[in-house]
């Protein structure tokens, strides 16, 4: 098993940037595929970008150019850079190995974006 615990809750306008970081515990982090994952007001939970052992992202259609994924394998953490952020980008944030696993949901951070 392994936790995961986001930070970087925030209020931002439209437009705005934030930036989000999860620390991962586990032996063996830098062989996990790490994801970052959200969930909006009545929506299903739905994955945002991940990232390989090898460095290589791949990001959802509705992010691409935007946010931006990083890991931090001496610190075990993950981030999110998000720019040009847009309400419907509200959501709870939450970071997991991809595919998740059930187990490792931590607690999630809030993004909302309003003005």
């Known amino acids: 098993q392994v936790q995961c615990v986001e930070s970087g809750e925030a209020l931002v306008q439209p437009g705005g940037s934030l930036r989000l970081s999860c620390a991962v515990s586990g032996s063996f982090f830098d062989q996990y595929v790490m994801g970052w994952y959200r969930q909006a007001p009545g929506k299903q939970r739905e994955l945002v970008a991940r990232i390989t052992s090898a460095g290589v992202k791949i990001y959802e259609d509705f992010v691409k150019g935007r946010f931006t994924l990083s890991r931090d394998v001496a610190k075990n953490m993950v981030s999110l850079q998000m720019n040009s952020l847009k309400s419907e980008d509200t959501a709870v944030y939450y970071c997991?190995?991809?595919?998740?696993?059930?187990?490792?949901w931590g607690q999630g951070t809030q993004v909302t974006v309003s003005s």
């Open positions: 997991n190995r991809w595919p998740a696993r059930n187990n490792d």
